[in-house]
Nanobody
Framework: QVQLVESGGGLVQPGGSLRLSCAAS????????VYWHRQAPGKEREWVAS????????NYADSVKGRFTISRDNAKNTLYLQMNILKPEDTAVYYC?????WGQGTQVTVSS
């Protein structure tokens, strides 16, 4: 069955960095675009970034453009999100999504 497992979240100070990973299994990872979303407390889930099957096309929400970088390693069936210059408003549970399936999420907290 399709499985998506996020990792790499944690507590970081404003201005810091984190790298999230999403390990995929149960489907042909390289055949699908994949997405990062996030959900902050009391808010709806929002799209953060997306990447095409080969990684040649990447798109970002305006709120993270220039600070976050999405990438994928199809040989490892893994999606990444490099997050730099983190802000308190980036605090959320981060989810990867592919084929309409969601991972369980990983918590990112940006606080001093």
């Amino acid at each position: 069955q399709v499985q998506l497992v996020e990792s790499g979240g944690g507590l970081v100070q404003p201005g810091g960095s984190l790298r999230l990973s999403c390990a995929a299994s149960g489907f042909t990872f390289s055949s699908y675009p994949v997405y990062w979303h996030r959900q902050a407390p009391g808010k709806e889930r929002e799209w953060v970034a997306s990447i095409s099957t080969t990684g040649g096309t990447k798109n970002y929400a305006d709120s993270v453009k220039g600070r976050f970088t999405i990438s994928r390693d199809n040989a490892k069936n893994t999606l990444y999100l490099q997050m730099n210059i983190l802000k308190p408003e980036d605090t959320a549970v981060y989810y990867c999504m592919a084929r309409g399936y969601w991972g369980q999420g990983t918590q990112v907290t940006v606080s001093s």
